[in-house]
């Protein structure tokens, strides 16, 4: 079993920024992707961005030049890092592990609440 443990949500005014941590509990070279979704309020969980082997990164328009992925092996912890937010950023953030291999089942972390509002 892997756990998956997100921190540094919070209330940010629009304009600002957050950084959210996922830390893993031992190795991110288990791991293929680490990938960060949100669900916004009413809505369906959705894509931000991934971190793949070899440093591909890939990110959803909506946050492209805004957010960036990046991870430390060394502290076995993935990081976005959330600028210009927008009220449109509100939502619950999640990370996902995806692990090297076939018929492996992704992991998710519990999720961190980021609310963008004056």
């Known amino acids: 079993q892997v756990q998956l443990v997100e921190s540094g949500g919070g209330l940010v005014q629009p304009g600002g920024s957050l950084r959210l941590s996922c830390a893993a509990d031992g190795s991110l070279a288990r791991f293929y992707v680490m990938a960060w979704y949100r669900q916004p309020p009413g809505k369906q969980r959705e894509f931000v961005a991934a971190y793949g082997s070899g440093g591909i990164t890939n990110y959803a328009d909506s946050v492209k030049g805004r957010f960036t992925i990046s991870r430390d092996n060394a502290q076995n912890t993935v990081y976005l890092q959330m600028n210009s937010l927008k009220p449109e950023d509100t939502a619950v953030y999640y990370c996902?592990?995806?692990?090297?291999?076939?018929?492996?089942?992704?992991?998710w972390g519990q999720g961190t609440q980021v609310t963008v509002s004056s």
């Open positions: 996902k592990a995806r692990p090297w291999g076939p018929n492996k089942q992704d992991y």
